[in-house]
C-alpha cells in the first residue's frame, strides 16, 4: 500500500517519521531523541544511556539549502523540552562540548553530511556514550566525508560542473532510507548502509557522478542493495505517474498502454515466467488466470528468455486483436493449455456495485473494490447510503484481484464499518514499538477530514483471492478481526508492509517501506502469511456482468447472509 509523504521536515526523527521534542544548540541548530528499543528507563542519568547511529541530517532549521551538523547520534529519550533542561541537569558539559564541535565547522560544506573533522569531534566527546553500531557507523561516514574532500578539486574542475549537485542528491535519498527504512527481514544495518554510500560512489568512473543518468543508476543499485522488493529509486517520469501526476504527454502514452489483456507478470522461473496477479475487471481473471500461474509462451513464442519489458511488450496490441498464452496452470493438473484474450481497455472505477436478489426476495448489495484511492471512499460511502435506503440485507464486498492503493483509504473504509472505538490497524516501527494506533470514531481530522462514522451494522461477505493484497487486507482483517464480517475465498497475498514516496529535489523520487502493520488481535499479515478465510473458495468474477449463478463464492455469500439475516 501506498501513500505520498511529503518532503521530510528538517529534524525529523530517524526511523519514526514524526517530530519529538528537540535540544536547539546556541547556533539555531538541532539535537533530535528518539526512543530505541533498548530505551532504559526515565530515571536513568545521561551518563549511563548509549547514543545509537541513525543518521546524519544535516539540514539547518527552516533551511532545506544550507548545511548544519546535527548529531549523527540520538539519545535514547522518549521526550525532551526544546531548550534541553532535563539533559543539561544530568550532564551540564554535554552541551559545551557539543559547542565545541559546532565551532569546529570551517565554514559551508558542499555536502548533505558533516566533514570528517566534524563527526571526529563528535566521537572526541566520550565515545562510552556509543553503542557499537553507532560507532562502525560513525567511522564509515568518516571515512566518506574524506573521500568527498579529496574529490574537492575534480568536482570543481571542468567536465564536472554537475557532479556536486548529482552527489548532493545520491545523498539526500541516501539520508531518507537511514531515517525511514523499516526492513521486514530485519537484517537492515545502520553500519553497513553507511559503507554502501562510499560503495556506490567508488563504483563511479574516478569517483563522481557526471550526469543524471549516472546519478539514477547509482542510486537504482543503492536502493537494490536493500534487498527490499517494494522500495526504489524513480527517475522524474516514474515519480510523476507513480503519485499519479503524470505530464499531458505522459496521460497520452499511459493511455496508449492500458490497451491489454491484464496480466501483471511477476518474477522470472525456469521455463517461463510467474503471474503476480491478473487485474480486476480483465481478459485475464475473465480467463481465469490466477496469480502463481506459469507463462510459458506467448503467440508460440517461448519466453523463457524474456525480461518483464519484452513480456509486457508482446501482450500489447492493437484494440480488440488477439494474443495467445500458453500457461502452466498453479492448481493440478498442472498441463499446459493455450488461451487466447482479447486486447481491449483496461482503465476502471474504483467501484463496481450492483444488487443481487435472494431466493426469498431481500436484496443483497454487492460492492467489488478494484482499487483504495480517495474516489473509491467517496464512491463507497454513496453505495452504502443507496444500499441502506433501499433496506438491504447485507453487503458483499468483493476484494479478489485487488492490489491494494492508499493505506488511509482503507482505514477510511474500515472506519463506515465499525463501531466507534473498535481498533481498526496499527502500524509498527520496530519489534516493540508501535508507531501509531488508528480506531474507529477517533481518526485524525487533519488526515481524514470527514468522518460519517458507522453507516451500516448489516452483516458483510468479504471475498478474497490470493491477489488480495496490501490495503485490501487492512480493510479485510479489521472487519474479520473485530467480527465484523466473514471472509470466503482464498488466503490473501500476505503484504502487511506500508511504503511512502518521498520527493527528491530534481523531481525524482523513493517509494521506501516504512512500517508493518498489524490488523486486530493484533494479527501479522506478513508473518503468516496472509488471511485465511473462514469457507474456503477457488471461483472468480466471469465477464464484467454480476451472475452469481456463475460465481461459486458469491453463491457461498448469498447463503451466509441468508443464514444471519
Sequence with gaps: MITVRPQPAPVPVPGLGRNLPCLRTPLGQSVVYVASSNRPSSSSSLSSRKLSF???ITRKTNSFSVPALVLAAVLTLTSLPCDGSSVLANKPTFATDYATV???REGKSKSNLPSAREAEALLEINEDLFTTEALEGMSRIVHYA????????????PGCEHCTDNRLLLERAWQVVANEFYDPAGQFSQAKWAEQLLTTFKAAKGGCLRNRHETYKAAEDMMASLGDRYSQFLPPSQYRRAIRHPQPAEREYLAAQSTGTGVHVGKHVEGGWLVDAAMAESPAEEAGIVRGDRIIEINGYAVDSLNAHEMSELQRGPLGSTVALTIVPLKLPQDPQTVFLERRPLPQPPLKQALIGLADGPTVSYLRLHYFSSEGTRAFIDAINMAEYWGVEGYIIDLRNNPGGVFEEAIAIANL??????????????ATFVDNTWKAGALSREVFPTQPGQLTKKPVIILTNSSTASASEVLAGALHGNNRAKIVGEQTFGKGIVQYYF?????????????????PGPFDITKSGGLHPDHVCS???????????????????????GQSS
Design 503 to 519: 520527493p527528491m529535489t530534481d523531481g525524482s523520487g523513493i517509494k521506501l517501506t516504512i512500517a508493518k502493520y498489524l490488523t
Design 417 to 430: 464499518m465499525l463501531q466507534g472505538g473498535q481498533e481498526i490497524a496499527q502500524t509498527v516501527r520496530t
Design 102 to 104: 559546532v565551532r569546529k
Design 539 to 561: 471461483d472468480f468474477p466471469h465477464g464484467d456482468r454480476v451472475m452469481p449463478e456463475n460465481d461459486t463464492c458469491i453463491q457461498d455469500a448469498l447463503r451466509l447472509i
Design 54 to 56: 541513525t543518521s546524519f
Design 146 to 157: 574524506k573521500f568527498v574532500e579529496s574529490l574537492k578539486d575534480t568536482e570543481e574542475g
